[in-house]
């Protein structure tokens, strides 16, 4: 389908010749422009999470002028627009608080000005789908434009990333190995440029995930941020985007179940973080599909994780994109993707992949020859049982084997600072077999459903050597992070999920093969703990965080908002 400039929903603001449409002519050349650089011309907002706040999109206020560049050049009028950035590191308590409110603000951006296409500029974790949940709601021809990942660290001469390097030398602080000096110059030393985590954290995993998806120019997700070849990107991107909005190409003719599978696959093969889960049931619930649980983990018995990235593997990002990058790993992933699935290219995703070669076969593996066999763990486990009816997941491919079937002493905390305090007692009673639980961390109950689930190594433990413990938590946990951590637990304690019955002492029943999670405790005995329970906890009164706690769905649902979620069908504003 082709559409006329007429037909364009910029053109009820600008070619009309009342007085309303006056006004949009009179202040757009308030703003310097000639009629003829904006008259009869598709408008592309360009949304621009740039922040000061945000050091991963620190270079996204330039990559927005080389969006225009591509946007003049095809013909189109660019407006850069911008939006909440929700950058991981400051925002606190936590930026999953904000994805909803990022999409809301993109969706009625997009909505209430004379936008006929858009180009996203974001990527650190959760700006990714939180604009493209609002893009995916308002339907207007949408690419996304990737930040990309920063350069690698180094440090003393070794090669060193963000977040997962990070929590390796805390550790190593606490046990003593590396100074406080030490600790002070890694400061200055790990993060090197603009851009998101060099890890496959969440950023890379998303981005990566969307790219797969047929939301970007394909492969567009590995190339660094501070690259040459990033701007060109960003270039084309705005130059694609015109062509976009006359083919009337929008992300419900992209995003179909088979982009899902796509996205899926990806997700598995990179050894993605946790946090996907929750981020793509809400992506697919605003296109009006259905993905859930049982689909990840059904995608992570069939596909090992190819990409040798931390936290699952040893490489970085940068070292990703020139083994040949997402097109790469893509390609040995064929018999597992639907290559009929279209992209915002207008072809299919077969085409888009189609000659891409791979330069480092340690770095993305073949499928005979996995980072982490399916034997010895995946991506995703999906666990169920009394402490999880409606699911909690597990990386078991980031995990220490030896804990995946497991059972051991409940040690129950029901806040994060209590948590902090006594787990660095040297002398608190607890053994490698300790079952560590952190509740309360959960969508309603933190609120927002912080990244606290990868629970701090008790001292008393690193002391003697030992990195991993088994962990539950109903937060989330940063992907960058590892180790034998139970998260999402669905529903979460603030809303009555059984997870608020446990004690410490009780016995956790872990069993990864059998999918199970469990708490011996008898029926009975978890009806008397129900019936004094204390009350729930309280909710906000004012702000967002009393619309938030009021309106999120549970982490197995995806997070969104109970009124944000299904396909709109909404008139366009009214113009008088
Ligand atoms: Fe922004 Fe990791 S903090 S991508
Ligand atoms: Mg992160």
Known sequence: MTKAISDLRSQRWF??????????????????????????????????????????????????????????????????????????????????????????????????????????????????????????????????????????????????????????????LRRGEITEDDWVDLESRMTRSAGTCNTMGTASTMTSIVDAMGLTL????????????????????????????????????????????????????LGG?????????????????????????????????????????????????????????????????????????NRTLGEAISGADCWNDDVIRDLDNPVVPLSQGRTLVLLKGNLAPNGAILKSSAANPKFLKHQGPALVFDDPGTMMKELDDPDLDVTEDTVLVLRNAGPVGAPGMPEWGNLPIPKALLKKGVKDIVRICDGRMSGTH?????????????????????KTGDTVVLDVEAGRLDMQVADDELERRRAKLSPPTPLYATSFTALYQRHVSQAHEGCDFDFLSGVRNLPEPAIY
């Open 15 to 172: 070619a009309s010749s009342d007085i309303r449409g006056f006004a949009h002519r009179q202040r757009t050349q308030q703003m310097g422009m000639r009629r003829e650089e904006f008259m009869g011309k598709p408008v592309i907002g360009i949304i621009n999470t740039w922040s000061e706040m945000s050091p991963c999109h620190a270079h996204l206020r330039d990559r927005a002028e080389a969006v225009k560049r591509g946007v003049w050049q095809a013909g189109g009028y660019p407006v850069e627009m911008p939006a909440l950035s929700v950058g991981e590191v400051m925002v606190k308590p936590t930026t999953m608080l904000y994805r909803n409110f990022l999409a809301m603000e993109a969706e009625e951006i997009l909505r209430s000005h004379p936008i006929d296409g858009c180009v996203l500029l974001g990527g650190c974790d959760k700006s990714t789908p939180g604009l493209l949940m609002g893009a995916i709601s308002m339907n207007l021809p949408t690419i996304f434009c990737p930040a990309g990942p920063m350069s690698s660290g180094k440090w003393r001469g070794v090669t060193t990333g963000a977040g997962t390097h990070t929590k390796t030398y805390f550790d190593q």
């Open 218 to 269: 394909t492969g567009a997700s590995s190339i660094p941020a501070v690259d040459s070849g990033h701007p060109r990107m960003a270039s084309l991107c705005g130059e694609r985007i015109v062509a976009m909005v006359l083919e009337d190409l929008k992300p419900s003719d992209v995003l179909s179940q088979e982009s899902f599978v796509n996205g899926l696959a990806v997700y598995m093969a």
């Open 273 to 345: 973080s946790t946090n996907a889960a929750i981020h793509l049931i809400a992506m697919a619930g605003r296109a009006g599909l259905t993905l859930r649980l049982e689909d990840m983990a059904a995608a992570a018995e069939k596909i090992p994780v190819l990409a040798n990235l931390f936290p699952s593997g040893t490489y970085l990002m940068e070292d990703f994109h020139f083994a040949g990058g997402l097109r790469a790993l893509m390609a040995k992933l064929t018999e597992h993707l639907a290559l009929d699935a279209r992209t915002v290219e």
């Open 482 to 502: 590892y180790g034998t951590c139970i998260l999402h637990v669905s529903p979460e304690s603030a809303v009555g999920g059984p997870l608020a019955l446990l």
